[in-house]
Structure formats: C-alpha cells, structure tokens
C-alpha cells in the first residue's frame, strides 16, 4: 500500500449507530487531518493531529471524535449523526503541520450517508 | 475564517479550448495551493506559489499568484478530458499556523 488509505469507502448508517471510519498513510508523515466535504461547500478542516497530538478541533460536534493511535492512523468514531451529516469525510496526512507550504496528501475519501 | 470564492462554479467546454479560472479574497495569504480532485478520490496538489506576482507553469497548466496576495488564477491551455475534474484553491496563513482554508471548487468538464 501507498499513500494515504481510507476504509470503508462508502458507509450507511442510521442515527443511533456508531461506526468508525480509518485512516492510514504509509509517507512517513508526522500531522494528519480530518475534513468533511459536502456539497457546494469549501472543504471544511474537521481535526488536526500533530505527531500524535491534537492540536486543533474547529468546532466540531461531540458525536464525531476522533483517535490518532500513532503517526500512521488516524480514526473517527461517529455516533448519533444527524442526516446533515452525509458527506465525503477526507483524511489528509502532511509532514509537520507547521512546516511552510505545507503539501497534504489526501485519501479517497469515505462517502457517509446518514438516513 | 478566511473566504476564498472561486469562479466560475462550474465550467463545460469542448476539447482544444483555453479556459481560465479565479480564486479570490479579501485576506492576504502566505501561499497559495490549487489542488485537482478527480470523481471518486481525494484532492492533489498541483502547485504551491508563494511570491506575490509568482507564475509557475506545469505543462498546459498556469498558475498566477496576484501581486498583493489575496488571489490567484489557473489558466488552461488545449483543454484535455484528461483534465476534467473539480479545482481547489487553498490559501495558507503562516500568522495561524500554516492552516490552509480551501475555496469553493470549479468543477471543469472537457467534452472530447
């Protein structure tokens, strides 16, 4: 495996369930991120992990909580989601986060949708 | 929050034409990213400029940082269906860490 991989790619799921989604990059990479794509809206930065600390949650609701167990995986625990809720979720990984420039590599993606 | 629009929202063109498109904003940015997501994966960066006035040239593809630093644009010359996609902006802020706030995409389809 290369790069960055995430699993499931697609997931259903309904409100009372708690599922996980996994993210693991094999770059050698020290800061890896959650985003939530939705449509006709920006890529929105969920969490950030910086060699195995998070070091910023913009405001996201309690039912998404995310595990960074070492530098190469990075999961998102969901429970009691909300329909607005379906989206794309992106797993990112970056050298250091607060290295210039700062190139990410990003996952496939996991399609979520909430019924 | 630093908002980056980006225009046109969604472009169709034929095989063999130029398109340009915008990304724009208020706030000044240390750099600036576009990145290209192709349907079913995640986004990849295409380039990085820094210098305000900056254009770098990646094959058919031209990147234009503005001289203030606040937007940028993308022109594509002989448009391929190979590069069908959608394209994101993202302005990063050294003053917050290097966090990068992504724009609001162009969708480009190049009909062969």
């Known amino acids: 495996e290369t790069g960055v991989t995430q699993t499931p790619r697609h997931l259903v799921m309904g409100m009372t369930n708690k599922k996980s989604l996994k993210c693991e990059q094999h770059?050698?990479?020290?800061?890896m991120y959650w985003y939530k794509q939705s449509a006709k809206k920006p890529l929105e930065l969920m969490f950030v992990?910086?060699?195995?600390?998070?070091?910023e949650n913009n405001s996201v609701p309690s039912r998404f909580s995310p595990e960074c167990p070492n530098s190469s995986h990075l999961f998102l625990h969901l429970h009691t989601l909300q329909p607005e809720d379906s989206a794309l979720y992106l797993c990112?990984?970056?050298?250091?986060?607060?290295?210039?420039?700062?190139?990410?590599?990003f996952g496939p993606g996991t399609r979520l949708t909430v019924l | 929050t630093q908002l980056l629009e980006q225009s046109p929202q969604f472009l169709s063109i034929q095989e063999g034409e130029n398109l340009t498109v915008y990304c724009n904003s208020s706030?000044?940015?240390?750099?600036l990213q576009w990145y290209r997501q192709e349907p079913g994966e995640g986004p990849v960066l295409l380039v990085t400029?820094?210098?305000?006035?900056e254009v770098k040239k990646l094959k058919r593809l031209t990147f234009q940082f503005g001289d203030a630093r606040k937007d940028s644009s993308l022109h594509i010359t002989a448009a391929q269906p190979g590069d069908t996609g959608l394209y994101l902006c993202a302005g990063g802020n050294a003053l917050v860490g290097n966090q990068f706030y992504f724009g609001t995409g162009t969708s480009l389809t190049v009909i062969p």
């Open positions: 770059l050698g990479h020290n800061a």
């Open positions: 992990y910086n060699f195995k600390e998070q070091t």
């Open positions: 990112a990984s970056s050298q250091d986060r607060r290295g210039a420039n700062n190139e990410q590599f």
């Open positions: 400029v820094v210098t305000g006035g």
């Open positions: 706030s000044v940015f240390s750099s």
